[in-house]
Nanobody
Framework: QVQLVESGGGLVQAGGSLRLSCAASGRMYTMGWFRQAPGKERDFVAAITWSGGSTSYADSVKGRFTISRDNAKNTVDLQMDSLKAEDTAVYYC????????????????????WGQGTQVTVSS
């Protein structure tokens, strides 16, 4: 079982930036980020294919968040800019061994491995 470890969460003021990172213990082809706000379901945020040639984002974060990966290090990052109070949530890294040539809005069932989550709090 591949282990995923997130880092980079914290407290930031609205309009600020944070960069989340996720390290995988092994090679994972499709990687992504989800988030869960208090009292809500876990929602898709972003995903990226192995090559990095295809990325996808939730409408709520398009133009503000950027997903990237470093296959040599087995890491995936989420750069979050122009943060809003509604971005406050626990952010989860997700990964899957299935090869995809393209990603779109993904569901939880598309990923077989999950991290423990990292808290992001945006103060207004």
């Amino acid at each position: 079982q591949v282990q995923l470890v997130e880092s980079g969460g914290g407290l930031v003021q609205a309009g600020g930036s944070l960069r989340l990172s996720c390290a995988a213990s092994g090679r994972m082809y499709t990687m992504g980020w989800f988030r869960q706000a208090p009292g809500k379901e876990r929602d898709f945020v972003a995903a990226i294919t192995w090559s990095g040639g295809s990325t996808s984002y939730a409408d709520s974060v398009k133009g503000r968040f950027t997903i990237s990966r470093d296959n040599a290090k087995n890491t995936v990052d989420l750069q979050m800019d122009s943060l809003k109070a509604e971005d406050t949530a626990v952010y989860y890294c997700a990964a899957d061994r299935r090869v995809r040539l393209k990603v779109s809005v993904m569901s939880e069932s598309d990923f077989g491995s999950w991290g423990q989550g990292t808290q992001v709090t945006v103060s207004s």
